[in-house]
DNA sequence: ACTCTATTTCGATGTTTAGCTAAATACAAA
DNA sequence: TTTGTATTTAGCTAAACATCGAAATAGAGT
């Protein structure tokens, strides 16, 4: 949890998070939206997945990397419900409150 | 943003903040909580001050510690909005998702 | 085999962090 | 005013981090 947010905590990592929150990307494309250095990049890129936030995968000689939306969701979850709090995500609505099925 | 996540990496910092959770506490009551040294705690403190997730308060010659519920909200409902989730705290019930007043 | 492109590793540099002990400060109480 | 308690600041070390340019690596295509 600490190594989730120790990586959130950059502004350039979260928009990383951002970018592939659209779909898997390469490390090349991503760049493109950043004007820092490629090794820089690459740095990030090893805290995110030292937090295992993304996931790389070769493809070609190019290197995708895809979120892992999954590891978030269980880390702000995990704090949001240590603190009485309560996060929906669309994918996982929560039982209790049902947004389809409405009773007759 | 960043500085409410990067106080948020720290465990000590995030036991802190549950501690806070349930009152305000002085410095030397939350100190009883932790083995590191008072210095320590005392520098944590001031990150989550920076971070404006606590604010302090002198009463004789203690200081109070307060958490900052909103603060913690707008940060962690900020990202949350960002990946298309939504975040539920106690005080602020969604207006869509009702839960009491089941219509008749 | 060579070359081109993409990405990462390496090495250097400056900044930040967590932690400590010891000293300073602030206030209360005697 | 002196004493005692609570908290912070000062000064330090060791480790971690961010960033860069240059070099190394991996694969694709010729």
Redesign the pocket.
């Known amino acids: 949890m600490s190594l989730v947010f120790?990586a959130l905590?950059?502004p350039?990592?979260r928009r990383v998070l951002e970018l592939l929150k659209s779909g898997p990307m390469?490390?090349?494309?991503l760049?493109g939206h950043f004007?820092?250095?490629?090794?820089?990049?690459?740095?990030?890129?090893?805290?995110l997945r030292e937090a295992r936030l993304i996931t790389?995968e070769?493809?070609?000689?190019?290197?995708?990397?895809q979120i892992q939306m999954s590891v978030l969701e269980e880390a702000l979850l995990g704090f949001a419900q240590a603190f009485g709090w309560q996060l929906n995500t669309p994918e996982t609505p929560t039982p209790e409150t049902p947004i389809k099925a409405p009773r007759p």
């Open positions: 120790k905590s950059d350039t990592r390469s490390a090349g494309e760049a004007t820092v250095a490629k090794p820089t990049l690459s740095a990030h890129f090893a805290v790389s070769k493809s070609g000689n190019s290197v995708i990397y």
